[in-house]
């Protein structure tokens, strides 16, 4: 659907000039168990979609119904081409194993009172109910315009990089162009690490370059994984996250739990090194189990 802007060329002006992206941090305000894993939320919105050079006059396209379903695309407004599910779903899989992501995209014609943010909140939560960490969700907003970002748990998303992504974003969904939208906003998940997963938020953002580093140097295909509940190496919860990063059975994966303690979990040989492995000291003091981590991973194997 083709959206008719009114705005005068010096607001246009200002636009450019200054970014129209408005980035602000909201808390969780529902009930959070003891054990549930640290999240932060973070939305980005767009004041209007003013694209940043108005596009050329054209035809207004005609989106046939999409004859297929996404568990993680909702085309509430039925903008969504099979080519852009497609597309979308192609890249939220690739996410969801190399980087541990969840992603979604939702659009809609009608927030139903909401506001943007709380919608896409909403939205994020009813698609990802079992595995609330780390993740995205792209909102597409016809209703007030405003088109959402909504970003769960610990994000490494570089702040410019994504502005710059909603401003092409903008672009696109002005021409009809829905698929492109969104998948260039989920492609800025691949700019998270593909080898540390801290869900827990146990390591500053040099923390976790420093261990992103370690594990991608380690010499066997290896990933990190930090989660909130007690490990059992052979338990299903190893098992589920296991078959998540590495569906091939091509890599090994450390699990650390909220005590501290690890395991290592593959179909694969497992070093010496890491088998039956313990942190000297609580995870109360991250400091410990990062130095822990690092020592572990760049020691000499046999």
């Known amino acids: 659907m083709k959206k008719i802007f009114s705005a005068a060329i010096l607001t246009l002006t200002a636009v450019m000039i200054c970014g129209c992206a408005k980035k ?20 980005t919105k767009v004041l209007d979609r003013v694209p940043v050079t108005e596009p050329e006059a054209t035809t207004v396209r005609k ?71 780390n993740g995205i969700l792209f909102l597409i907003n016809n209703d007030t315009n405003e088109d959402i970002l909504y970003k769960s748990g610990i994000m490494t998303i570089d702040p410019d990089a994504e502005k710059e992504a909603l401003f092409k974003a903008t672009q696109e969904i002005v021409a009809g162009n829905y698929g492109a939208a969104a998948s260039g906003m989920l492609r800025l998940g ?77 179909d694969m040989n497992i070093p010496q090194n890491l088998k039956n492995t313990a942190p000297a000291s609580p995870v109360s003091n991250t400091n410990d189990l990062y130095t822990f981590l690092i020592d572990l991973l760049t020691e000499k194997r046999d």
């Open 24 to 43: 602000t941090e909201k808390a969780d305000n529902g009930d959070t168990p003891a054990n549930a894993t640290i999240q932060t939320e973070a939305t």
């Open 190 to 266: 691949e700019a998270c690490p593909s080898h540390i997963f801290d869900n827990s938020g146990f390591f500053t953002p040099q923390q976790i370059a420093d261990i992103e580093k370690a594990a991608a140097e380690y010499g066997t295909e290896l990933s990190v994984c930090t989660v909130g509940s007690l490990i059992d190496v052979d338990n299903t919860a190893s098992n589920i996250f296991y078959q998540r990063r590495y569906p091939e059975k091509n890599g090994i994966l450390l699990l650390i739990d909220g005590s501290g303690a690890t395991a290592a979990y593959s």
């Open 63 to 133: 989106t046939p119904e999409s004859t297929i379903s996404s568990a993680y695309i909702k085309d509430n407004a039925s903008i969504m081409t099979d080519e852009d599910i497609q597309l979308c779903d192609q890249l939220i899989s690739e996410l969801r194993s190399s980087r541990m992501l969840n992603a979604a995209v939702v659009t809609t014609n009608d927030l139903g009172g909401d506001e943007p943010y709380n919608y896409a909140a909403k939205c994020y939560n009813e698609i990802f109910i079992a595995d609330k960490n």
